[in-house]
């Protein structure tokens, strides 16, 4: 069974940067995809970014972009999510998502980010 592991949250000020990992134990296939979503107190879990691997196409939610950038690392099986300029409502708990070509997905459990002065 494959497993994904979200790490790197942390308690930071607004403005600050940081990095999440997302660490993936099983194939990734050059068709699938890597989300990061988020899911803050009380709302819906909601998408923030997306790379297809093999092309290495980028996808953002309007309320990231310019301010989160991913990255894969195809030689290590991991998805970064380097986060700058953070904002109180980038608090949530960020969560690793693959999707295989022919539609399985995956979950890791989450890395909590807290943006607060």
């Known amino acids: 069974q494959e497993q994904l592991v979200e790490s790197g949250g942390d308690l930071v000020q607004p403005g600050d940067s940081l990095t999440l990992t997302c660490t993936i134990s099983?194939?990734?296939?050059?068709?699938?995809?890597v989300f990061w979503y988020r899911q803050a107190t009380g709302k819906e879990r909601e998408f923030v970014a997306s790379?297809?691997?093999?092309?290495?196409?980028?996808v953002y939610s309007d309320s990231v972009k310019g301010r989160f950038t991913i990255y894969r690392d195809a030689a290590k099986n991991t998805v970064e999510l380097e986060m700058n300029s953070l904002k109180p409502e980038d608090t949530a708990v960020y969560f690793c998502?693959?999707?295989?070509?022919w539609g399985q997905g995956y979950w890791g459990q989450g890395t909590r980010v807290a943006v607060s002065s």
């Open positions: 099983g194939t990734v296939y050059s068709s699938d995809r």
């Open positions: 998502n693959h999707q295989t070509y």
């Open positions: 790379v297809k691997w093999r092309d290495n196409v980028k």
